[in-house]
């Protein structure tokens, strides 16, 4: 009887750890490959959503920033290359899809920028144009408009500032131009 018993713990641990070996590799195993028409169908669902606020690619609220001037959510992957993904919600009204994905240096930066900006370029129809100019730290940013149209695209690849590392970041953002006032890196 207690050999029963035995066996039967013996196998209940290990189909447990069989279990657990098994969820342990997926959650490790990447993200399935993006093709660029699904990439192009959600790059132009994101700009239809802009208006409601991005409410079909909003997860969970992350965070509240300070003096409640900014909500971050996290957000739905678009984008083939992108990685942390949230949409920003200011005080103002209004709000923006980000994401932005760290390089292993500025060759590979330059080649997701290139990448990026090519596939953008390939899903956006003939009434789109773009601007491309260099930033401060080396690298590349493109904007991406629509004449009379509220929402905007840009992908820029920059060195970060305040790092004494050769980090590089690429960075996709769909909202409002006025977001992209600031200074680029």
């Not at 959650?27 to 994101?46: G, N, V």
Request: aromatic share 10%.
């Amino acid at each position: 009887m207690t050999h029963n018993r035995k066996s039967t713990a013996q196998k209940i641990l290990i189909i447990g750890l069989l279990a657990l070996g098994v969820s342990a590799c997926s959650l490790f195993s990447p993200e399935p490959e993006m093709s660029d028409a699904q990439a192009c169908l959600q790059l132009h669902q994101l700009i239809e959503d802009h208006s409601a606020e991005f409410k079909q690619f909003k997860g969970s609220l992350k965070s509240t920033a300070p003096l409640r001037s900014m909500q971050i959510w996290t957000a739905k992957r678009v984008f083939p290359m992108a990685k942390n993904c949230q949409v920003w919600q200011w005080s103002s009204g209004l709000t923006n899809y980000f994401c932005s994905w760290d390089e292993s240096d500025e060759e590979d930066a330059k080649a997701s920028f290139d990448k990026g900006t090519e596939l953008v370029n390939q899903c956006l129809g003939k009434q789109w144009h773009s601007k491309f100019t260099r930033t401060k730290s080396g690298g590349n940013s493109a904007l991406f408009y629509k004449k009379g149209g509220k929402t905007v695209i840009s992908i820029r690849s920059f060195k970060e500032a305040l790092t004494i590392f050769d980090s590089w970041i690429t960075t996709l953002y769909v909202g409002d131009e006025s977001n992209l006032k600031a200074e680029i890196q």
